[in-house]
């Protein structure tokens, strides 16, 4: 495991993570069917910065630098994970775990219910690895409309109904 640290998002981080988020998508450029999402735009800094303020947003850092990110938005009792990416330089490390169980941790002390998520079914640093960490499918959409309507957003914007899915993580 390399040497990282994992802290609250602060306002300035925000013109770094669209670069991260770009080099990860890259990523999908070797998946059948996939592609389009390497090509597709990043969260925009002002974006970020809108969810930073809301004091929920991660970032890993090494050597001063931003490493990875997850940037989430409070949704009534949900935390919702809105962009989850580690840079490619550094993925495989367990950067990624531990911002996942940083937001867990985070989410729990706020008093959320669950944390929630869309991912790609298929992909092995998507729903399977989201899997490991204790989120579940959720397969009946019609009961969760919020998640139903962003994945309906998705396919809008050119993802594959079919490989897209809606995941939560409910915290006891």
């Not at 495991?1 to 890259?26: C, H, N, T, V, Y």
């Not at 303020?53 to 050597?63: I, M, N, P, T």
């Not at 899915?165 to 915290?171: K, Q, T």
């Amino acid at each position: 495991m390399s040497d990282f640290s994992i802290r609250l998002a602060r306002a300035q981080d925000a013109d770094a993570l669209p670069a991260i988020e770009l080099a990860a998508g890259k990523l999908f450029d070797g998946m059948e069917g996939l592609s389009c999402v390497s090509g597709m735009d990043a969260v925009s800094a002002d974006e970020q910065r809108r969810l930073i303020r809301k004091g929920h947003s991660l970032v890993a850092e090494a050597d001063g630098r931003i490493i990875g990110f997850l940037s989430t938005e409070p949704l009534r009792r949900e935390l919702h994970i809105r962009e989850f990416s580690v840079h490619p330089d550094h993925q495989g490390q367990g950067i990624g775990g531990v911002l996942l169980r940083a937001a867990e941790i985070d989410a729990r002390n706020s008093g959320f219910a669950a944390l929630t998520l869309t991912t790609f079914v298929d992909v092995p640093w998507n729903g399977p690895f989201y899997a490991r960490h204790g989120f579940e499918t959720v397969t009946d959409l019609d009961a969760h409309p919020r998640l139903r309507a962003n994945i309906e957003q998705e396919v809008q914007h050119g993802l594959p109904r079919g490989r897209r899915i809606a995941m939560i993580r409910f915290l006891d």
